[in-house]
DNA sequence: GATTGATCATAC
DNA sequence: GTATGATCAATC
């Protein structure tokens, strides 16, 4: 798949990101020279790696910022006709004891989630990758309320992890910030230390946002479609 | 229909 | 295995 040089500068990035709405993915997949799967359920991130390919995202599974330089993430989002995301948004992974983070401040996601490029992307589930189409991106830095509705969750939930308190971890925790498994598979594990200071074997977990704050997040002024 | 727990692909 | 990119599918 072709992909775009990196973007200097944000309104270049803006520019771009303006340049390819109304793009259906088949269009956007034919333009990088990309072939459309056909079905989302074995390509789960190919809308995420291609609108990356199409903006100029660097590749690659490091854990820096979508557009480093501009210190910009990228999220496609798949949204409903009237705007509103069908999906949670995943964050990152959940520190684990040894590796646990001190802070909000220091958080990853924190860091994550300071400056965000969301792009929707219309279409139902289950409907042919190559006819949805790609949304108006917005360019989201939380603002104070949000901010602090993020911290507050955050605290709440990796207090449960570095106090090993890992029975009570599931996804009805947190109001804008959850916890839900994020693994290979249920087979999948981490190595987690307990109440009692014990290693056992828990589910891998990651910090998704919820549904309804994205969806608040991207609707933020919105006059028109998506 | 929304949500939670489970799952899929790829790079290194 | 850990990071990236997320959506699926059973259940509420």
Redo the contacts with the bound molecule.
């Keep these: 798949m072709h992909r775009a040089a990196p973007p200097t500068s944000l309104p270049e990035l803006e520019a771009r990101a303006a340049a390819i709405i109304g793009l259906s993915l088949g269009q956007l997949a034919a333009d990088l020279g990309a072939g459309v799967p056909t ?11 291609l ?2 390919a199409a903006l100029g ?1 660097e ?6 910022p ?1 557009f480093e330089a501009l210190g910009v ?6 949204v ?1 006709e009237d705007g ?1 995301p ?5 964050v ?2 959940a520190p ?1 004891e040894g ?1 646990f983070e001190a802070s909000w401040e220091e958080s ?1 996601v924190r860091r ?1 989630l300071a400056r965000v490029l969301w ?1 929707p ?1 219309w279409g139902r ?2 409907e042919d990758l190559a006819t949805r189409v790609i949304g108006r991106p917005r360019l989201w830095v939380p603002d104070p309320q949000e901010e602090a509705a993020l911290a507050q969750d955050w605290r709440d939930l990796s207090e449960l992890i570095v106090g090993g308190e890992l029975h009570r971890i ?3 925790l947190g109001r804008v910030l ?1 916890l ?9 594990f ?1 190595w987690m230390m307990d109440e009692e200071g014990e290693w056992v074997r828990a ?2 977990y ?1 910090f ?1 946002l ?3 704050f994205t969806r608040a997040v991207i609707g933020r002024r919105r006059r028109e479609g998506p």
């Design positions: 079905e989302l359920r074995r390509a789960k991130g190919w809308i995420g790696q609108v990356e995202a590749a690659g599974s490091k854990p820096t979508d993430e990228l999220k496609t989002i798949p409903a509103r069908h999906e949670s948004t995943f990152c992974t684990i590796a990853r994550k792009v992307v589930r289950g599931h996804g009805r959850q839900r498994p994020k693994g290979a598979n249920a087979g999948d981490a589910v891998p990651g998704y919820r549904a309804r």
